[in-house]
């Protein structure tokens, strides 16, 4: 009886742990949206960890230094996210976000496209604070 007392406290302990990390992330990636769509470097560099990696659908990867100045410079120019679905798996220290995202974007004097993208965002928790280490694009084609 002490057993499953235990183990149903413990179980319940896990589970609110769980949920709470689950809407820090939530909360985090509001945050990191409205920083790229307002090319917020300061942000970014609290957002991003020192060794993240961004691999987007069709193009070369690239790292923390290399995507802020992307968007700091406006090459790349963020105007909207739909995010149309997303679920979060949270393990200790560790939050994988699998996410459908409609994205509104611009290159550097190109012109505006819309790209529906299926993302997973790797976020870790470094230190008490959550960050977020590398993000993956897959085109979603038009059926």
């Known amino acids: 009886m002490v057993k499953l007392l235990v183990l149903t406290a413990l179980s319940a302990f896990v589970s609110a742990a769980q949920t709470a990390d689950i809407n820090a ?7 990191l949206e409205q ?8 942000k970014l ?3 991003l960890t020192d060794d993240f990696l961004r ?10 230094r290399e995507y802020i100045a992307l968007v700091g410079s406006g090459q790349l120019k963020y105007l909207a996210f739909e995010n149309l679905e997303e679920k ?14 409609n994205i ?8 505006e496209r ?10 870790v928790k470094l230190a008490g604070q959550w960050r977020l280490a590398g993000v993956q694009g897959s085109p979603v084609s038009a059926q």
Request: a positive charge; charged letters at 25%.
């Open 114 to 123: 819309n790209t529906k993208l299926k993302l997973t965002f790797i976020w």
């Open 45 to 47: 560099e609290t957002i």
């Open 55 to 64: 691999r987007p659908p069709g193009g070369r990867d690239t790292n923390k």
């Open 25 to 31: 992330v939530r909360t985090l990636s509001r945050q």
């Open 88 to 101: 979060f798996r949270s393990y200790p220290n560790l939050v994988l976000v699998d996410d459908l995202t």
């Open 35 to 42: 920083a790229l769509i307002a090319a917020d470097t300061a």
């Open 104 to 111: 509104r974007a611009r290159g550097a004097n190109g012109p």
